[in-house]
């Protein structure tokens, strides 16, 4: 199976603070790939490497086979790499139909930007739909719940038409019935061919979501594979499952 | 019919509402202009030699000031984008006395005399072309554009990160601005039949800043109100004649403490929206 | 002849470098303390030259008019701090700004309405109105007092901010507001504090460049006082001390240009000195390493 992405050997420092150390995985085509750990294990910072955010001191990142690190934030978002935020990052002024009209903008030529455009609207309200979140349009997105906000930075970041798409704890802010209908709603996405890098720390959750999983601690990777192999892990075990039991 | 004193309101009304759009195109992206009265010296002094030295008839020589402005906007919005906040003020503040002094010392266009010999252009003619930017710039309010201007606004960070080009999207806005504000001096010199310097000092970069921050900086309806209360007021404040320019700056005080968005923001018209929907 | 001509130029460059050196350390007590550009500073400088040549004029000695000029400035601008600063001390930086933009407005019209727009001459009379000759340079009484009342001010200020718990408490609110108010220092009077000082400051140079022109417009705020903000970040806005050497260096500057350059190039010097700047080195000559570094995600 193909890659969409390649992060290979990354080191990534802070002053004196090793975020990231040597490490690299792979994302398949059309999987989700989780990412677990402690907090402070480094997870947001390879978002923020992959998406241009930082730059490491070390490393290759590759999109489809061509190398992106080092391109502005902007380019890699346009060549097909979209996000959510751990810390929420709606624009506070839009409401959430603006943020969907907004988050189509960049790929199109200038001038269409500025015509209205009917596929736009639809992909705008399917988008709002597919994450439950139509009843809303017209709110100002930041005056939304958290879980709300989630789903909007979900379908901001979806209307993008990403190949590779990053959630950073999406559920973090929901309920139960919520996670479970986002579980649904990405597996979804996966199954069309969408591949999905996402973070998250509720483990049950990422078992069942995820078709491979990566673990992050102190910067380092410390294991990789499917969910089950990694519950099994002796090192993940007493990293992170040890500490939560 | 209206008075010639009258005519004088509505044409002043009118290029200050110019002057307040080419600020609130460029705050929308989040950048604060406190130089834009060189902006509209370059167009002032540009298309009056261009009428009077040159013989150019008055629109394109418009035209072109403007043209050239958004050049001048171009190569001071570039170093802009180093700079944020207070700085990015501070240096346009510099901009714009650079522009005044520059004219003082500028000898083709009469220096520190000033220039003359343009002709007068009709109300209408003036009318026009600030309805003409106001309708350009209301109708690029509801474009996916302008959602980008404002993300640049919100987060610029972010901005970036989902995509959009933000050094394009100041650039443009900078460039937008001078123009407008170019077209604002063209007018105002082809209406004064005079120019000077000194018309384009620090308090009318000011006077832009305040009538759009007092009408409502998030929209460009707000500039409208903003003009006009400017305008009008010092005719309704007769006897406070004097004290005018003291009682615009407590408005501005007041406004900001109170209602930090200005008299109008953009909830008046989601509440029409909302009104529309609920009948 | 050249050479003493230009001393003379050097001397009246530094003078006028002096009372830049007042007004941008004003700017920047606000600017480094609490982040945010008093406009009204300059016009505060203008009304404490009023201030201070309504009293010289109606007799009372240079030594007394002084301190009550700056007395008031002081008042003016703790009011400024109350109304249009701390309600909005919360708010993006140009909020505030645009406020103190709203008071200056305000003084420079009341200072228009009660002075007049006419200049307002002022004729210096017995110890005041000596000059002293060396050659063909001459330094006048009060040129030196000038100097000295720029230096003694100077060091108050360093001594107040370096050595007192008030300057402890300001240098603490100048890192960080929210810490220092766990370290038991009360933000809301260090802000009037830092107000305060630079009020002084401003009121002092007004006095001063009054005396050293002997001639004053309500128009000295902006012709004057708006130029300390480009000396303040030649010397670096957030390093309250740059002031004192981008002063001297842009008054020389600008006396310079006006003798070798025409006098209407000064500004266009001065401006330009301050974006350049601006874009090369924005923390300015003495500020810190800048920490505009890209925000955390
Ligand atoms: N911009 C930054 N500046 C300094 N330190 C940072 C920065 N970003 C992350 N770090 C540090 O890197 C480490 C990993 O952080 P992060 O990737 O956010 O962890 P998490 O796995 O919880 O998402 C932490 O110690 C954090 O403090
Ligand atoms: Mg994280």
């Known amino acids: 199976m193909a890659n969409v992405l390649e992060f290979h050997d990354v080191d990534q420092s802070f002053g004196g603070i090793k975020a990231l150390t040597d490490v690299s995985f792979d994302i398949p085509q059309a999987c989700i790939t989780g990412i677990i750990g402690p907090n402070g294990a480094g997870k947001t910072t390879i978002f923020n490497v992959i998406t241009g955010a930082y730059r490491p001191d070390r490393g290759s990142v590759r999109l489809n086979g061509q190398e992106i690190l080092g391109l502005a934030p902007y380019r890699i978002a346009r060549a097909g790499i979209s996000r959510t935020f751990q810390n929420i990052r709606l624009f506070a002024s839009m409401t959430v139909w603006e943020h969907m009209l907004l988050s189509q903008a960049p790929r199109t030529p200038m001038l269409s930007r500025i015509l209205p455009s009917r596929a736009v609207a639809e992909r705008g309200e399917r988008m709002m739909e597919l994450f439950g979140i139509s009843a809303v349009r017209d709110r100002i997105a930041v005056s939304l719940p958290y879980g709300v906000q989630r789903k909007v930075e979900m379908a901001r970041a979806y209307a993008m038409e990403p190949k590779l798409l990053l959630l950073d704890e999406p559920v973090a802010g929901m309920n139960h019935d919520e996670a479970e209908d986002l579980r649904q709603t990405l597996q979804g996405l996966r199954d069309k061919g969408l591949s999905i890098l996402i973070i998250e720390h509720d483990m049950r959750f990422m078992m069942n979501l995820c078709d491979e999983m990566h673990v992050m601690n102190y910067g380092r990777k410390i294991a990789g594979g499917r969910p089950a192999e990694i519950q099994r892990d002796p090192a993940v075990i007493a990293a992170y499952l040890g500490e939560d039991a | ?279 | 002849m050249g050479v003493s001509i230009f001393i003379q130029q050097v001397l009246n460059g530094l003078t006028l470098g002096a009372v830049y050196t007042l007004i941008a350390l004003a700017f920047s007590l606000v600017m480094g303390i609490l982040g945010i550009l008093n406009l009204a500073i300059s016009e505060i400088f203008m009304i404490g030259a009023f201030i201070g040549f309504s009293l010289i004029m109606s007799g009372v000695p240079v030594w007394l008019a002084l301190p009550g000029a700056m007395a008031v400035a002081a008042v003016i601008s703790m009011v400024i701090a109350r109304i249009g600063y701390e309600p909005l001390r919360n708010a993006s930086h140009i909020t505030p700004m645009l406020s103190t933009l709203g008071f200056s407005m305000i003084l420079q019209n009341f200072a228009t309405n009660t002075w007049g727009s006419d200049p307002m001459q002022l004729t210096l009379e017995g110890w005041l109105d000596t000059r002293f000759h060396f050659g063909l340079v001459s330094l006048s009484v009060v040129q030196i007092v000038v100097f000295a009342v720029t230096l003694g001010l100077c060091v108050l200020t360093a001594l107040l901010i370096q050595r007192t718990d008030i300057g402890r408490g300001l240098r603490a609110v100048a890192e960080n507001r929210d810490v220092s108010r766990i370290l038991g220092v009360r933000p809301r009077r260090m802000i009037l504090v830092a107000f305060a000082l630079s009020g002084l400051l401003a009121g002092a140079a007004g006095v001063l460049v009054g005396l050293h022109y002997s001639v004053i417009t309500p128009y000295i705020g902006v012709d004057i006082g708006l130029k300390a903000i480009a000396v303040m970040i030649v010397g670096g806005a957030t390093n309250i001390w740059g002031a004192l050497l981008a002063g001297p260096i842009i008054g020389i500057l600008e006396v310079l240009t006006v003798a070798y350059g025409g006098a209407a190039m000064r500004d266009f010097i001065v401006y330009g000195m301050m974006i350049a700047i601006l874009l090369v080195r924005p923390q300015g000559l003495l500020g810190g390493s800048s920490k505009t570094s890209g925000g955390r995600v």
């Open chain 2, 1 to 279: 019919m209206m008075s010639s004193y009258q005519a004088g309101l509505v044409a002043d009304g009118s290029i200050l509402l110019l002057g307040a759009l080419s600020v609130y195109v460029i705050l929308s992206t989040g950048q604060l202009s406190l130089g834009n009265a060189g902006f509209m010296a370059i167009g002032a002094y540009l298309s009056s030699w261009l009428t009077v030295s040159a013989g150019m008839p008055l629109t394109p020589a418009i035209v072109v000031s403007a043209a050239v402005s958004a050049v001048f906007g171009l190569i001071i919005g570039f170093p802009a984008l180093r700079l944020k906040g207070l700085y990015l003020a501070m240096a346009t503040l510099g901009f714009g006395e650079m522009v005044r002094t520059f004219f003082l010392n500028f000898e083709p266009t009469g220096g520190a005399g000033g220039f003359s010999g343009m002709e007068h252009v009709p109300l209408w003619y003036i009318l026009g072309w600030t309805a003409f930017v106001l309708a350009c710039v209301m109708i690029c309010e509801r474009t996916r554009w302008w959602l980008e201007i404002r993300a640049v606004n919100d987060d610029e960070l972010a901005a970036g990160l989902v995509g959009m080009n933000t050094t394009v999207t100041k650039l443009m806005a900078f460039m937008t601005g001078a123009a407008i504000a170019a077209v604002a001096g063209a007018l105002l010199a082809h209406q004064n039949l005079y120019i000077e310097p000194g018309n384009f000092g620090f308090d009318r970069s000011t006077e832009f800043v305040l009538a759009m921050i007092l009408g409502g900086s998030s929209l460009a309806a707000g500039s409208i109100v903003g003009a006009a209360l400017l305008i009008m007021l010092p005719e309704l404040l007769r006897d406070f004649v004097d004290w005018r320019i003291a009682i615009f700056g407590a408005l501005l005080v007041a406004v900001l403490l109170v209602r930090r968005q200005g008299i109008l923001d953009r909830n008046v018209f989601g509440l029409a929206k909302f009104w529309r929907r609920a009948n």
